[in-house]
């Protein structure tokens, strides 16, 4: 796909992938919720014509390319990478002047009739493995993952999407899928929680399991002590609140952001003993980033971790 390809995917089709609609649906334009921060009054607004998107509340905006590496954390060309492996070329949204508010937005393949929801491309495994492959273990390298520690917890998924070839880190989920992660792509195969059971009455939750690879590679060990849960979505939060009150303590590593903040919130409301331990890293904004670039011996939090009973 060309770059002005990639920009001509619907900004309202893309929120509505991962479950994001309007609070107000006008002919023109719809007004969300923003996804970066709480926000109460729906003060995002996408103008459908443009396919441009403004936050007014933070004043910035852009194309359907600057709001995934808002909402993905990631840069131009990551972003780029992502669109390009979730759609192909006639996924090209177009608006539609029509007396029909509802049917404003319509997505055209070629010369078939037009229809309002284009279907996700589905990601086919093609073969897993042991990491072996040196781009992903550059990748790992770069993100500062201890790899004997990577290859004992993940491996090396080849997929195809579009029927184009692909490779990426896996890291299985509770249901058999895959959390996939490279240098120039990040999703999923099915979107589930990863538990790690270790029969022990505390538990550490993370986030996503980049973060679950930094602890170990943090820590030196292969393994965490205690039982893990990787939620790979702060959506999955809902899905473990009720087996988490059989602990004695709940650890969490969070994103330094909103959303990871009221997950913190949403547990101590349900549960007792919740430690959240993202003021290790308050400076950065997630676990990996610490270890990548803020982590220096004086910092370590292991002497703090090992009175905890996180480490052996």
């Known amino acids: 796909m060309t770059l002005h390809e990639i920009k001509q995917i619907s900004i309202r089709q893309y929120l509505a992938g991962f479950g994001i609609y309007p609070a107000k649906d006008h002919s023109h334009y719809g007004m969300y919720h923003?996804?970066?921060?709480?926000?109460?009054?729906?003060?995002?607004?996408?103008?459908?014509?443009?396919?441009?998107?403004?936050?007014?509340?933070?004043?910035?905006?852009?194309?359907?390319?600057?709001?995934?590496?808002?909402?993905?954390?990631?840069?131009?060309?990551?972003?780029?990478?992502?669109?390009?492996?979730?759609?192909?070329?006639?996924?090209?949204?177009?608006?539609?002047?029509?007396?029909?508010?509802?049917?404003?937005?319509?997505?055209?393949?070629?010369?078939t009739d037009s229809v309002k929801k284009a279907p996700d491309p589905s990601i086919t495994i093609l073969n897993v493995q042991p990491i072996?492959?040196?781009?992903?273990?550059?990748?790992?390298?770069?993100?500062?993952?201890?790899?004997?520690?990577?290859?004992?917890?993940?491996?090396?998924?080849?997929?195809?999407?579009?029927?184009?070839?692909y490779y990426a880190v896996g890291f299985e989920n509770d249901k058999g899928g895959y959390e996939l992660r490279s240098k120039y792509f990040k999703g999923c195969t099915s979107k589930d929680i990863t538990s790690v059971k270790r029969n022990k009455?505390?538990?550490?939750?993370?986030?996503?399991?980049?973060?679950?690879?930094?602890?170990?590679?943090?820590?030196?060990?292969?393994?965490?002590?205690?039982?893990?849960?990787?939620?790979?979505?702060?959506?999955?939060?809902?899905?473990?609140?009720?087996?988490?009150?059989?602990?004695k303590g709940i650890f969490t590593f969070f994103d330094n952001d909103l959303a990871g903040r009221k997950a913190v919130q949403e547990l101590q409301l349900s549960c007792n003993n919740v430690n959240d331990l993202s003021y290790f890293y308050s400076e950065?904004?997630?676990?990996?980033e610490y270890l990548c670039h803020k982590l220096k011996p004086q910092m370590k939090p292991v002497q703090k971790l090992k009175r905890m009973g996180l480490k052996r």
């Open 34 to 111: 923003s996804p970066f921060r709480e926000d109460h009054d729906a003060s995002m607004k996408v103008d459908y014509p443009k396919n441009l998107w403004i936050d007014y509340g933070i004043s910035e905006g852009g194309t359907l390319i600057d709001l995934v590496m808002k909402m993905e954390h990631c840069s131009l060309h990551e972003a780029i990478s992502m669109l390009e492996q979730k759609y192909n070329s006639t996924d090209v949204g177009t608006y539609k002047r029509s007396s029909n508010p509802t049917s404003s937005f319509s997505f055209h393949r070629g010369k």
């Open 132 to 165: 072996s492959n040196p781009a992903l273990i550059e990748y790992l390298n770069e993100r500062r993952i201890n790899i004997d520690i990577a290859r004992i917890h993940c491996c090396e998924v080849h997929y195809s999407v579009n029927n184009k070839p």
């Open 201 to 247: 009455n505390h538990c550490v939750l993370f986030e996503g399991f980049m973060d679950f690879l930094s602890f170990l590679s943090i820590q030196k060990q292969q393994n965490a002590p205690v039982d893990v849960i990787v939620l790979n979505s702060l959506s999955n939060l809902g899905k473990v609140k009720s087996a988490l009150t059989a602990y």
């Open 284 to 288: 950065c904004k997630d676990l990996n």
